[in-house]
Antibody, heavy 126, light 114 residues
Framework: EVHLLESGGGLAQPGGSLRLSCVAS????????MSWVRQAPGKGLEWLSA????????YYADSVKGRFTISRDNSRNTLYLQMNRLRAEDTAIYYC???????????????????WGQGTLVTVSS | DIVMTQSPDSLAVSLGERATINCKSS????????????LAWYQQKPGQSPKLLIY???TRESGVPDRFSGSGSGTDFTLTISSLQAEDVAVYYC??????????FGGGTKVEIK
């Protein structure tokens, strides 16, 4: 069974840092693009970042570019999100998700998310 | 960026009745070389993470009940629950993957029991 388990959430000060982890199981991790999506309290879904399985291609939303860094360790089946210069508006549940890819248009090769982890809550507050 | 707009924001439907959720994209999601619409639907039940229901606008994910169906093409799409069950209470999101990054979601539609 495919499973994703996030950890690393918690309380951070504005301007501070946190690193989230997502451990994957049940599939060949290195074969898949992986992604982070967040959901602010009572709000909708916001895609943040994605990372290719073995080619190292990275993608970021403008809202986190330059502050957040996505990485992975394929030997540990683990995806990471290093979050720096945190702001109050970064408060959210952060989900790890496997991202299907390869059905390319002229402007995209990233597809749909399946499955999703259970999420980890990040609260940015003084 | 492609903007996804869902309507209504919420709806209440009686058990066994039909629920219809709309999703409109700011640009066409139809790719003519492969004749596919680059749109997915997700279900998020209270307190849970999202779950993939449909991709290619109308292809149900394995294990998804056939009361869920997706339709539409170009810029206008619909998710229909043909006979609402109690376990279908959730927020439903559409997502485009025609032009990325960014991958973009609709604002969500909350489905409740009347």
């Amino acid at each position: 069974e495919v499973h994703l388990l996030e950890s690393g959430g918690g309380l951070a000060q504005p301007g501070g840092s946190l690193r989230l982890s997502c451990v994957a199981s049940g599939f060949t991790f290195s074969n898949y693009v992986m992604s982070w999506v967040r959901q602010a309290p009572g709000k909708g879904l916001e895609w943040l970042s994605a990372l290719g399985g073995s080619d190292g291609s990275t993608y970021y939303a403008d809202s986190v570019k330059g502050r957040f860094t996505i990485s992975r360790d394929n030997s540990r089946n683990t995806l990471y999100l290093q979050m720096n210069r945190l702001r109050a508006e970064d408060t959210a549940i952060y989900y790890c998700a496997r991202l299907y890819s390869g059905f390319c248009t002229k402007t995209s090769c990233l597809d749909w998310f399946d499955p999703w982890g259970q999420g980890t809550l990040v609260t940015v507050s003084s | 960026d492609i903007v996804m707009t869902q309507s209504p924001d919420s709806l209440a439907v009686s058990l066994g009745e039909r629920a219809t959720i709309n999703c409109k994209s700011s640009q066409s999601l139809f790719y003519s070389p492969n004749n596919k619409n680059y749109l997915a639907w997700y279900q998020q039940k209270p307190g849970q993470s999202p779950k993939l229901l449909i991709y290619w606008a109308s292809t149900r994910e394995s294990g998804v009940p056939d009361r869920f169906s997706g339709s539409g093409s170009g810029t206008d799409f619909t998710l229909t629950i043909s006979s609402l069950q109690a376990e279908d209470v959730a927020v439903y999101y559409c997502q485009q993957y025609y032009t990325t990054p960014p991958l973009t979601f609709g604002g969500g539609t909350k489905v409740e029991i009347k």
